[in-house]
């Protein structure tokens, strides 16, 4: 069976510092990936996208970055992070034949 | 772009209410889907509608599609506390391989007994 894994489970970090946030996927190849972003009591705004290695598409101009260096592999950076930038990070993941996403547990960045 | 709204944004039952919560998008979709996320979880997926007019049920929980394709509705019968969360709608405008979604505002559901 597929799972996903993202970690950390949650993050606080000062403003103007790195980010790195990762996510696994297993049990699927190929899969279409996900990167949201959900604010405090939000919705879900779709941040990156990537249909296989190398291949990212972004939704929303921003100081996030996302690179797929392997095919179940989905990462999020930032060189310099904003008090904006703090919120609920959910990665998921989407097989090509069916159009439903599956979320991994999420990463609750606080910056400070 | 393409905007869903859901109504209404949060709704307190007593436990064995009914509750429904509505999704209006501002352009046709493909398909839609319905999520729960429990508080401080992650979005789960309940459903997904394609053709117009579809009604799906789930036990207690009832789904359905617009004829136009562009409204959907989730109604729950006899809330149990196990129905707390929020649930979402997400619209999606392809077909293709790479779905991407427009998640709904959510409508928080909370259950006292």
């Known amino acids: 069976s597929q799972t996903i894994h993202q970690w950390p489970a949650t993050l606080v970090q000062p403003v103007g510092s790195p980010l790195s946030l990762e996510c696994t996927v297993e049990?699927?190849?190929?899969?279409?990936l996900y990167w949201y972003r959900q604010a405090a009591g939000r919705g879900l705004q779709l941040l990156f996208y990537?249909?296989?290695?190398?291949?990212i598409s972004s939704e929303v101009p921003q100081n996030l970055s996302a690179s797929r260096p392997q095919d179940r592999q989905f990462i999020l950076s930032s060189k310099k992070l904003l008090l904006s930038d703090s919120g609920f990070y959910l990665c998921?993941?989407?097989?090509?034949?069916?159009?439903?996403?599956?979320f991994g547990p999420g990463t609750r960045l606080t910056v400070t | 772009g393409q905007q869903v709204m859901q109504i209404p944004q949060y709704q307190h039952v007593q436990e064995g209410e009914d509750f429904t919560t509505y999704c209006n998008s501002s352009?046709?979709?493909?398909?839609i889907q319905w999520y729960k996320q429990r508080p401080g979880g992650h979005p789960v997926f309940l459903i997904q509608?394609?053709?117009?007019?579809e009604v799906k049920k789930q036990k207690r929980l009832t789904f359905q599609f617009g004829e136009a394709k562009k409204n959907s509705s989730l109604h729950i019968t006899a809330t149990q506390t196990t129905d707390v969360g929020t649930y979402f709608c997400?619209?999606?405008?392809?077909?293709?391989?790479?779905?991407?979604?427009?998640f709904g505002t959510g409508t928080r559901l909370q259950v006292t007994l």
């Open positions: 990537s249909v296989g290695i190398g291949q």
């Open positions: 352009t046709t979709l493909s398909n």
């Open positions: 997400a619209g999606s405008l392809d077909t293709g391989t790479a779905s991407k979604l427009t």
């Open positions: 998921a993941w989407q097989t090509g034949d069916q159009s439903e996403q599956y």
């Open positions: 509608l394609v053709k117009s007019g």
């Open positions: 049990g699927t190849s190929n899969p279409n």
